[in-house]
């Protein structure tokens, strides 16, 4: 039922920002409870929450990227969205976007998209 689709360029210039766009199908984004989270893989590496937007449209960042993270969104579309800021070739990952059940449903990632990889190259 709830779908999450990621969407955006597939290479990006180092000192460019990367803008991903996550459009949402089933549920709604301002429904209450739910934050609308960015996690990343770089190849050979483990999982890295971003940030997330909650129903509200509220941010939350990782410390180690809140200065060059902005997550927004637009609710006429059902879409939200991820730009960083001044890439270099370690933000090349596959970046995902996922729901959180939120604080009153003790959070996780219940429902993601199928990842869109980002390449910068050197």
């Known amino acids: 039922q709830v779908q999450l689709q990621e969407s955006g360029p597939g290479l990006v210039l180092a000192s460019q920002t990367l803008s991903l766009t996550c459009t949402v199908s089933?549920?709604?984004?301002?429904?209450?409870?739910?934050?609308w989270s960015w996690i990343r893989q770089p190849p050979g590496k483990g999982l890295e929450w971003m940030g997330a937007?909650?129903?509200?449209?509220?941010?939350y960042y990782s410390p180690s990227l809140k200065s060059r993270t902005s997550i927004s969104r637009d609710t006429s579309k059902n879409q939200f969205t991820l730009q960083l800021s001044s890439v270099t070739p370690e933000d090349t990952a596959v970046y995902y976007c996922?729901?959180?059940?939120?604080?009153?449903?003790?959070?996780?990632?219940?429902?993601w998209g199928k990842g869109t990889l980002v390449t910068v190259p050197s």
């Open positions: 089933g549920t709604s984004i301002t429904t209450s409870s739910y934050y």
């Open positions: 996922a729901r959180d059940r939120g604080r009153d449903n003790n959070y996780g990632l219940d429902y």
């Open positions: 937007i909650d129903y509200g449209g509220g941010p």
